[in-house]
């Protein structure tokens, strides 16, 4: 009834022109009201005719009425104006809201639904409820569509009872007919009873969550620890290999300028040599130049005075040793600098399957824990092959570089700075990293090892002799035993017989297993 009452209003002080509220209200004489430039400018296109009259009912006027603003008609339009002031959302129901089953016209927002009247009232109509001892039984609820679905389908009553046994809500009458004998309880009870779960379960949902929280905290903090940590470990390898960079551009710049000392000295030799050569050459050539004309002489007694006046020849004391001089050659010089140059790949190779592992070796052991049976081992199957230029004299490649055979006599193999000179040993020619396996047949004896590349290769000292050193690690094949070796200690292995031995080899965690 007050929308009612309201929008009646609107109307009683709209402008019939422009259908709005009045602004500066006028009143013709007739006594209908308008807004002052509504009607002045309706009364502007009559100033031909020279009669004016009311848009409402048609009375006419002359001359052109003079209209005066009506001060309590502005007043009243003021007022209905900040009654309309408030907002809109706050008073009336919307699409999603839930209305007032009492309001005619614009519905207003309820406040409550009623269980027993099944029915939904705004603040307004739902003051009975409070004021009344009729409606003071009665349970008001949050504002509700569904209330139907509270009431029995089968007899039309509130459901107030629960039915634990089929876990449905009843009505009073469902209790004593078809759920008669069921565990049955009053919805209050029931309510209660799961409400008490339902503390417990938000209970527990609310310890998840602060752990869950305290997870993220923790994961949190572990990125900023590991960008921090990364940070640094980039500043300080950029440092590091800056320092690397310039020792290597000095010692570049040293060798360099050796090399030029070399070159200059030994240049400087040959060329004083050369002039001693050519002094010589020009004494010679002197003196075949007097031999010819001594030979020219005619008189006899003449010629063998003279000929037995000239000095004896000297002796050269070049010639032979320019012919069995060695040439002097800077092939050493850079055989060493390829030395380096291997030893510091083999040192960054290493370096970088470190770093590239250390970040997941930790979740890597967990999730490929080390392989046990052989099937497992031959996942990481490696190919290996034999490197020639590693190879001692008296061993014979054959199979495409993949087996070896000690010989009575040497083979034709070019000299090599990387070859074994005086132990019987050769070097695979791959670099092994991360998890390797790979099987080697034998027959008589055998030493099976794994070595740095860097290890010594000349002479037969224990730092070329695999196992013997602390860059090899190997094991001594006998006819009926095993030994392993590592820096010159000997550790005897016990295994059945076995003219196979499988190799396995896992660099970033620093394993390395034979077995027979």
């Known amino acids: 009834m007050a929308q009612q009452e309201n929008q009646l209003d609107r109307e009683t002080f709209s402008c019939s022109i422009c259908l709005d509220l009045l602004k500066d209200p006028v009143t013709t004489p007739c006594g209908h009201s308008y807004c002052m430039n509504c009607i002045q400018h309706f009364w502007d296109g009559e100033d031909e ?13 002359t001359p052109r009425p003079v209209l005066l603003k009506n001060t309590m008609l502005a007043a009243l339009v003021e007022q209905l104006k900040r009654t309309e002031a408030a907002p809109a959302d706050l008073c009336y129901a919307g699409a999603e809201d839930v209305a007032c089953d009492f309001c005619s016209g614009r519905k207003l927002k309820a406040a409550k639904s009623c269980l027993q009247c099944l029915a939904s009232y705004c603040e307004r109509h739902l003051q009975p409820h409070y004021r009344s001892d009729t409606f003071k039984k009665h349970q008001l609820v949050e504002p509700s569509e569904k209330l139907r679905d509270n009431i029995c389908s089968r007899h039309d009553e509130a459901m107030k009872m629960f039915c634990r046994t089929d876990q449905q809500c009843i009505c009073y009458l469902c209790s004593v007919e078809e759920h008669k004998g069921h565990d049955t309880v009053s919805a209050a009870a029931e309510r209660d009873e799961k409400q008490r779960e339902l503390e417990g379960s938000r209970l527990n949902v609310q310890q998840r969550i602060q752990d869950r929280q305290k997870d993220v905290k923790l994961l949190q903090q572990e990125v900023e620890d590991i960008n921090a940590s990364a940070d640094k470990a980039v500043e300080d390898s950029e440092r590091i290999f800056t320092q690397l960079i310039r020792l290597l551009e000095k010692s570049r710049s040293d060798v360099k300028r050796q090399l030029r000392s070399q070159q200059q000295s030994e240049v400087s030799r040959v060329r004083e040599l050369e002039e001693e050569l050519q002094q010589e050459i020009s004494e010679l050539q002197s003196r075949d130049a007097e031999l010819e004309q001594l030979s020219h002489t005619d008189h006899h007694t003449q010629f063998l005075l003279s000929y037995a006046s000239l000095p004896a020849l000297s002796e050269s ?39 590239s592992q250390a970040g997941t070796e930790g979740s890597r052991v967990k999730e490929f824990p080390e392989p046990k049976t052989r099937a497992e081992f031959l996942k990481y199957s490696r190919q290996i092959t034999l490197d020639a230029n590693t190879a001692h004299t008296v061993l014979l490649l054959s199979e495409g570089n993949r087996k070896v055979t000690v010989m009575n006599k040497r083979q034709s193999y070019s000299d090599h700075p990387d070859s074994f000179t005086g132990l019987y040993q050769i070097l695979s020619g791959e670099s092994l990293t991360g998890r390797c396996y790979w099987e080697l047949e034998w027959r008589g004896g055998a030493d099976l090892a794994v ?66």
Not at 49 to 61: A, M
Not at 328 to 355: K, N, P, Y
Not at 474 to 490: D, E, R
Request: glycine share 6%; with cysteine; proline share 3%.
């Open 317 to 355: 004391t070049h010639s032979s040793s320019i012919k069995n001089r060695s040439r002097h050659s800077f092939e050493d010089v850079t055989g060493a600098v390829s030395v380096v140059r291997d030893i510091l790949q083999d040192v960054l190779r290493e370096m970088w399957t470190s770093v």
């Open 49 to 61: 005719r020279r009669i004016y009259s009311c848009p409402q009912c048609r009375q006419s006027f």
């Open 451 to 516: 070595a740095y590349k860097n290890i010594s290769r000349a002479g037969d000292s224990d730092e070329c002799r695999l196992g013997w050193n602390d860059k090899s690690w190997a094991l001594n094949c006998l006819l009926n035993s095993y030994i392993f070796l590592h820096n010159k200690v000997q550790t005897p292995v016990s295994g059945p017989r076995s003219s196979r031995v499988g190799v396995y080899l896992d660099h970033g965690a620093g394993i390395l297993s034979l077995k027979p």
